[in-house]
């Protein structure tokens, strides 16, 4: 098996690099000089764009999405952003490769966070009827595989192996925090509903290098996925409790919140409208978040590059100063008379 030495995240300027990574991206393109071909490779800690230029793109007539790939070249800055210049690039078979060296993960392993989710549902849900769809669920091995290794994402957010986990517990303990500040909602029936919305994009997006879409994400979308794959389950107890059951479902299928962004229908219950705000909530949060950090380990600038899916930059503030308190700061002087009480 091949090692890596060496990450995206390490790579400066100028540094001259011989490393493993996958290609994500490969397209070819003519410049004045002849054709090259712009790729985007990619390892654990992130992603760089690449080049090979002419003529020495013409000793590579194929390259594609997914594969590993030996490369040495050089990193160079152009408009702000490191990409390496490719000398020679060679083909390594995936036998050879540490898979997990190559897909962006969770800094919190998956499995311990689907043990967090469990134990969350398991303490917050006291509806029989909830709990019994909750273990179904998420003690299902088969579902169990696929959230451990789920992207929350293909790009936008939580795009990274736990991902998915990572999220559903974040607007879990948002609906909880709703559910103190607007103690008059359902919270349980809310709960539950957090944590299955998006279920779906367990199998929206494939487990290959690329996380492409699979065809049935491509042509049906996670939202009506994941409804299909609760549908055999909610349907065996719709005759005892057939208006939970629908509310369940809208709550599910209502979470993208308005038509354009691919909601079915609009939230038309409070619970409903909590839900889509915990989602997009959490998910801006770990776009802003990702991109604040990069802004930490660039001294250069405060501004992240424009992103699409907030339809601005992200500026990361100086902290506010962390001040120690000293014990005499929070006591107040208590002036006493020494003059002696009249009788």
Known sequence: ?????????????????????????????????????????????????????????????????????????????????????????????????????????????????????????????????????????????EIEQRLLTAPGGKKIHHAYIGGLLEHTLGVCKLCLRFSEIYPFIDREILLLAAALHDLGKAYEISTSIDRSYTNAGQLVGHIFLGLEKLQPLLKKYEQDEPDLILHLKHIILTHHGELEFGSPKKPQTLEALLLHFADNIDAKINIMQSLSKTNLDDNDSCWSEYNHALGTSVYTPPKTPCEKKTLTSNKKRVNQCLLPLKG
Do not use: C
Request: hydrophobic residues 40%; without cysteine; proline residues 6%.
């Open 1 to 141: 098996m091949k090692q890596k030495k060496i990450y995206v995240q390490d790579l400066k300027n100028l540094d001259q690099v011989e490393e493993l990574f996958v290609v994500i991206s490969a397209q070819k393109a003519q410049a004045q000089n002849g054709p090259f071909w712009n790729l985007i490779l990619q390892d654990k800690t992130g992603q760089i764009p690449a080049r090979i230029w002419s003529p020495a793109s013409h000793n590579y007539p194929h390259i594609k999405n997914g594969q590993f790939v030996h490369i040495k070249g050089q990193v160079h800055e152009f408009k702000q952003q490191l990409q390496i210049n490719i000398e020679t690039l060679t083909f390594v078979p995936e036998k050879e490769i540490v898979l997990i060296e190559f897909l962006p993960s969770s800094k919190t392993p998956p499995e311990q966070l689907l043990k967090e989710l469990r134990h969350l549902l398991d303490a917050e849900l006291k509806f029989s009827l909830w709990r019994k769809i909750f273990k179904k669920v998420f003690f299902d091995k």
